[in-house]
Every structure is written in structure tokens, then in C-alpha cells.
């Protein structure tokens, strides 16, 4: 069965400024170096692996990830495409304010709302329906053929993006959705079953 393997991107410097990050494009810092870093360590780690082809973000912390976990796999030659449809959700006006000082300012149920919630939007921002909508499709139409053709996937992108995702592939409801968070750095692995379509969660 083919492997498809999800990364949220190493630790951004607004992450760790507590920052909203969004869609703006932020580099990682030394610690999130080094956890792209540890991702391909474990990675190698697990199992042997030859991906056919990788998949980014737009945004240079998800490439510099892939960049970094290609090199620690001894895979650097492998054809990658990069697409906006993975881009992290666009935050609206909350991007580049601290988070401790928009719960002063909005109060911290508001805020969980908009961070957690499915179909809350942020001011001029997206909601996570909106992201899930680009997303899915994206997938469905570009990198689920190559798993159908018994293809081995890896995928780096951002927190809401890839939680996005696994709504479909793990069949988590709208509800259940707020309870998941994607650490930075930490490979998500998978077996695609070329029989039924479905999506076997490794153990870590």
C-alpha cells in the first residue's frame, strides 16, 4: 500500500511571537529548522521510504520544512509542486497580532471561536469551511491520483490546512474537528488502501 505522510510545518518566527500567522509569509525559525529536521530523522526511522513526489504550500516555512525533511531522507531530487490551495487559512485582520492581546481586545471565547470553530470567520478572514472547500479539492484532483497509482505521497503545509484535510480523509465531523490540533514538525503517516479508498492512521 502506498504511504502518505502529512507534516505541519517546523515552528514560524510569528508562531513563536504568539503571533497570527495566516497566510503571511514567515520564516521558520533555528527550533523549527530543527524540528523539520527531527521529522525526517523519525521518518527514516520508521520505515524504508521512497516517495514519488512531494506537495507545499506557497509559503517559505512549509517549503524550507520539505526542504530540510528531504535532506535528512536522502531524497532532495524528489519533484515537488507547490500550490496556494495549501496555504494556511487566511486570519483576516487578526494576521500579525499577538494572540494574548486579541483576547484583550475581543475576549477569549471570541477568539477560541475563531481559531477552533468550523464555520466562525475571523474579520475579513476564512473560515475553516472555506479552507477545507480549496483544499479537498486540490487534493481530489492532484495529489489523490498519485495515490491511486500506488504512489507514495509526502505533504507539508500548515496547521488549519492540513486539519482541513483530515476531516475528509479521517472522517472527523464539524464538531469534532476544534479538538484537533497538528503539532509543529510531527509526521502524520498513513497507508492508502488501493481497494477501498480509505486511510489507515499509522502509530506514531
Avoid at 79 to 107: C, H, T, W
Avoid at 123 to 130: D, K, W
Avoid at 161 to 183: F, G, N, W, Y
Wanted: charged share 25%; glycine share 6%; hydrophobic share 35%.
Amino acid at each position: 500500500m502506498p504511504l502518505f505522510v502529512i507534516v505541519r510545518h517546523g515552528q514560524s518566527q510569528w508562531n513563536a511571537e504568539n503571533r497570527f500567522t495566516g497566510n503571511t509569509d514567515t520564516p521558520l525559525t533555528d527550533l523549527g529548522r530543527q524540528e523539520a529536521r527531527a521529522a525526517g530523522v523519525l521518518l527514516n526511522a520508521h520505515q524504508p521510504l521512497n516517495f514519488s513526489i512531494g506537495f507545499t504550500s506557497v509559503l517559505q516555512r512549509a517549503i524550507e520544512t520539505m526542504t530540510l525533511i528531504l535532506e535528512e531522507i536522502d531524497q532532495t531530487d524528489l519533484p515537488i509542486e507547490r500550490s496556494a490551495a495549501l496555504n494556511e487559512r487566511m486570519y483576516g485582520d487578526l494576521q500579525g497580532m499577538n494572540k494574548a492581546e486579541a483576547e484583550v481586545r475581543f475576549g477569549a471565547e471570541q477568539i477560541f471561536c475563531w481559531r477552533r470553530s468550523y464555520t466562525e470567520r475571523p474579520p475579513h478572514g476564512e473560515t475553516l469551511e472555506e479552507t477545507r472547500t480549496r483544499v479537498v479539492a486540490y487534493f481530489q484532483s492532484t495529489i489523490l491520483p498519485h495515490l491511486q497509482a500506488d504512489e507514495s505521497v509526502l505533504v507539508v503545509a500548515h496547521g488549519n490546512s492540513l486539519r482541513a484535510l483530515l476531516m475528509d480523509i479521517e472522517h472527523i465531523s464539524p464538531e469534532d474537528i476544534e479538538k484537533v490540533e497538528l503539532a509543529t514538525g510531527t509526521p502524520r503517516q498513513y497507508h492508502y488502501d488501493l481497494e477501498t479508498g480509505e486511510f489507515q492512521l499509522l502509530p506514531k
